[in-house]
């Protein structure tokens, strides 16, 4: 099972700044295939990013995704007051799927 | 759109088995190709995948969960189902069924609102 590992646990930001979020596997992800998801609370997560890099059907172009083998990243180039939530990482290149422990960005 | 709806008991008695039910509306479930899944989250915790179903109806499962777990589809009323036996109360939490498609690059695309779920007496 690949084990993800994300980081930092909080990142307390302000509106208009870059939030740089980070998901480390246990092992290297086949193709890429990591997706990254928002959660805020009481709401099912969104799907912002597929196959590491590629935005979801109407997500802002301030999300990007970047990554390989191990190491993936979820920007936030500008971070927008609704943007304050819960990101988690997945990846679907092995089975079982997994998911990371979650990154809350804060105000 | 499609949509998706999950139901079933909201309390769920130790050593009894839970059983969900996910409605699939605005398309059918064997269209495809798709991975149809259930994931449950506890109270301030993470997302943990239980398991899956494929168009073709193949089945896989969290090892961890494995023994316990069916996950099935009605192709007739257009449900997934799960089936969680022998539960206590580490399985209380949200449930959430989920859908991966291809053109997502099987990333979860549409999600339930998800169904809270306590375990206990």
């Known amino acids: 099972e690949i084990v993800l590992t994300q980081s930092p646990g909080t990142l307390s930001l302000s509106p208009g700044e870059r939030a740089t979020l980070s998901c480390r596997a246990s092992?290297?992800?086949?193709?890429?295939?990591v997706a990254w998801y928002q959660q805020k609370p009481g709401q099912a997560p969104r799907l912002l990013i597929h196959?590491?890099?590629s935005r979801a059907t109407g997500i802002p172009d301030r999300f990007s995704g970047s990554g390989y083998g191990t190491d993936f990243t979820l920007t936030v180039s500008r971070l927008e007051p609704e943007d304050f939530a819960v990101y988690h990482c997945q990846q679907y290149g092995s089975s079982p799927w997994t998911f990371g422990q979650g990154t809350k960005v804060a105000i | 759109q499609v949509q998706l709806q999950e139901s079933g008991p909201g309390l769920v008695k130790p050593s009894q088995t839970l059983s969900l039910t996910c409605t699939v509306s605005?398309?059918?479930?064997?269209?495809?190709?798709?991975?149809w899944s259930w994931i449950r989250q506890p109270a301030g915790k993470g997302l943990e995948y239980i398991g899956r179903l494929y168009t073709s109806g193949s089945t896989n499962y969290n090892p961890s969960l494995k023994s316990r777990v069916i996950i099935s589809v009605d192709t007739s009323k257009n449900q997934l189902s799960l089936k969680l036996s022998s539960v206590s109360a580490a399985d209380t939490a949200v449930y959430y069924c989920?859908?991966?498609?291809?053109?997502?690059?099987?990333?979860?695309?549409?999600w339930g609102q998800g169904t809270t779920v306590t375990v206990s007496s």
């Open positions: 989920a859908r991966a498609s291809d053109s997502s690059g099987y990333g979860f695309d549409i």
């Open positions: 092992q290297s992800v086949s193709n890429s295939q």
């Open positions: 196959d590491a890099s």
């Open positions: 605005g398309g059918s479930i064997m269209s495809g190709p798709y991975y």
